[in-house]
């Protein structure tokens, strides 16, 4: 399965102690790929400089980087589907370029997706995304 990881998710998923660290732990584990564009790398690695420090973001884009689990994709068009927080965008962009099952976020920005029909992005609430990963792990 691959997905993209919204930033404020990965950004809940990092802490050990933290409810949503599955998510984290399945990129680690291998249990699905998650696929990012340059964009996105920049961004997570800038928001995790801004909660951590720049050691720990640097580490974790290194480990994102040479992960088998995670790929990192070339957007060559922009969609533009996102218009009240246009820099969402670049996830939609890179879902739609990487082919993936859907986009993890829980911003509301996202729900302009649903009553787009072409091209069709899903998006999964962090919650659901949890429920998902339990239920394939039980199987």
């Known amino acids: 399965m691959k997905v993209v990881i919204d930033t404020n998710v990965l950004l809940m998923s990092i802490p050990k102690e933290s409810k949503y660290r599955p998510i984290f732990d399945g990129i680690i584990l291998g249990e699905y790929q998650s696929i990012i564009s340059n964009d996105i790398l920049l961004e997570y690695i800038e928001k995790l400089e801004e909660k951590t420090t720049p050691?720990?973001?640097?580490?974790?884009?290194?480990?994102?980087?040479?992960?088998?689990?995670?790929?990192?994709?070339?957007?060559?068009?922009?969609?533009?589907?996102?218009?009240?927080?246009?820099?969402?965008?670049?996830?939609?962009?890179?879902?739609?370029?990487?082919?993936?099952?859907?986009?993890?976020?829980?911003?509301?920005?996202?729900?302009v997706l649903k009553s787009i029909d072409f091209p069709k992005v899903e998006v999964k609430k962090i919650d659901d995304y949890m429920a998902e990963l339990e239920n394939r792990k039980a199987q």
Not at 71 to 78: D, N, T
Not at 89 to 106: E, Q
């Open 55 to 111: 050691s720990i973001a640097r580490n974790i884009g290194e480990f994102l980087l040479n992960s088998r689990n995670v790929e990192q994709i070339e957007v060559f068009y922009r969609w533009n589907l996102i218009s009240k927080d246009p820099d969402d965008n670049k996830f939609v962009d890179c879902a739609i370029a990487g082919n993936v099952r859907y986009i993890v976020s829980n911003d509301k920005h996202f729900n």
